[in-house]
Structures are given as structure tokens and as C-alpha cells.
T-cell receptor, first 112, second 115 residues
Framework: DAKTTQPNSMESNEEEPVHLPCNHS???????IHWYRQLPSQGPEYVIHGLTSNVNNRMASLAIAEDRKSSTLILHRATLRDAAVYYCILRVRNQGAQKLVFGQGTRLTINP | DGGITQSPKYLFRKEGQNVTLSCEQN?????MYWYRQDPGQGLRLIYY???????QKGDIAEGYSVSREKKESFPLTVTSAQKNPTAFYLC??????????????FGDGTRLSIL
């Protein structure tokens, strides 16, 4: 399985931008890059995904390196509600299955 | 509102007992999944189902069983063969198993503990 590498934790201040990095050097050409986040005692929540081009939605932006070996999730203006564990995940195909491979993610702390 | 409902939120099991965790979705999704999460860890796939009456083992299927008799429902049974069942169990669904670009939608989980 293609794997991702993220920092264990990051800290930022409220109302400031946050850049969450992810390395995925073994990504294959058909792998999508997905980001989910998980608040304590809740299920993961989908944030954003992309293949090659940068993507924007109401929650965040995703910047994908030209060689696709890394990506960055950008929260433009962090709030306290953005404090969560953020997972960078490659959507791999294994025997026809659509599988999410979760690492340990990045625990984001937002200071008031 | 559409979504995924997992019940119960907390579940306790005695040694040697089988327990069944419920997962229901009203999103009209074809694919459903069960994941296990241990403290401080990411999620690991237990079983998944691409369509009614079909399911496949994930990475850690030993000690678990599932059924998919209806599109909306994908119950997970934790059997007595699962030696370390204490964990947070998450159910998810998605529109089409073959489309890697589609996100998975998760329930709020069931926390299982051994008495």
C-alpha cells in the first residue's frame, strides 16, 4: 500500500492560516489524495480530495506538488472548531476494492 | 437529513460473548465499510461490501463477521474469537466502490469494551 507521512502534531493560532503537510513519495498515477479530519469520539469527516490540480472548497484548499509526491492542506482562517486529527490518505485500489489506508495523522491544536 | 447511524454508542461485552454492532445508512450508497480504531491510532479496515449479498475481508477480519442483506444495513458481529475486541468501531459508506475519487461518509462510532 502506498503510504503517507505527516507530522504528529501542529499548533496554530485562531484566525491564522494553517498549512498541514503530507508526503506520499510512493503515490501511483491513479491514486487520489484525500484529507479527512476527526474530532474526539467522532467518526472522520471528509475535508477535500484531489488528483493532480489544486482544489478549493468551503472547508479548505488542497495544494498538490507538481510531482504529486507531497501535498498541503490549507485552512485559510483557523477556528477553534478546526482542532482535530487530520488524516492524509491515498485512495488505493486493491483487488477492485476502494480502500482508505489511515496513518496516525496530524493532531492540530488551535490556540485562542 | 441523510447519514449513517451506528448503535449503540457504547457497548460492553463479557468474555466469550458475541456482540453485534448496527450500521444503517439512508444515503442510498452501494458500498459500506467497517473500520476499527485503537487509541491514538488510525483506522484499520475490517470488512467491506460493494453490493447487497456480497462482502470482502479487509486487513483485520479475523474474529469478525458481517452480513449485507439490505442495501441500507451492514451489521458487524464481534465474535468470541476476537481476542482483543476493545476498540472504537466505525462504519462508513460511499456512492460507488470503484470510484476512488468519491469520499466515504462515516457514522459516529460504537465504543466496545470488555467487562
Amino acid at each position: 500500500d502506498a503510504k503517507t507521512t505527516q507530522p504528529n502534531s501542529m499548533e496554530s493560532n485562531e484566525e491564522e492560516p494553517v498549512h498541514l503537510p503530507c508526503n506520499h513519495s510512493t503515490i501511483s498515477g491513479t491514486d487520489y489524495i484525500h484529507w479527512y479530519r476527526q474530532l474526539p469520539s467522532q467518526g472522520p469527516e471528509y475535508v477535500i480530495h484531489g488528483l493532480t490540480s489544486n482544489v478549493n472548497n468551503r472547508m479548505a484548499s488542497l495544494a498538490i506538488a507538481e510531482d504529486r509526491k507531497s501535498s498541503t492542506l490549507i485552512l485559510h482562517r483557523a477556528t477553534l472548531r478546526d482542532a482535530a486529527v487530520y488524516y492524509c490518505i491515498l485512495r488505493v485500489r486493491n483487488q477492485g476494492a476502494q480502500k482508505l489506508v489511515f496513518g496516525q495523522g496530524t493532531r492540530l491544536t488551535i490556540n485562542p | 437529513d441523510g447519514g449513517i447511524t451506528q448503535s449503540p454508542k457504547y457497548l460492553f461485552r463479557k468474555e466469550g460473548q458475541n456482540v453485534t454492532l448496527s450500521c444503517e445508512q439512508n444515503l442510498n450508497h452501494d458500498a459500506m465499510y467497517w473500520y476499527r480504531q485503537d487509541p491514538g491510532q488510525g483506522l484499520r479496515l475490517i470488512y467491506y461490501s460493494q453490493i447487497v449479498n456480497d462482502f470482502q475481508k479487509g486487513d483485520i477480519a479475523e474474529g469478525y463477521s458481517v452480513s449485507r442483506e439490505k442495501k441500507e444495513s451492514f451489521p458487524l458481529t464481534v465474535t468470541s474469537a476476537q481476542k482483543n475486541p476493545t476498540a472504537f468501531y466505525l462504519c462508513a459508506s460511499s456512492t460507488s466502490w470503484g470510484r476512488a475519487g468519491q469520499p466515504q461518509h462515516f457514522g459516529d462510532g460504537t465504543r466496545l469494551s470488555i467487562l
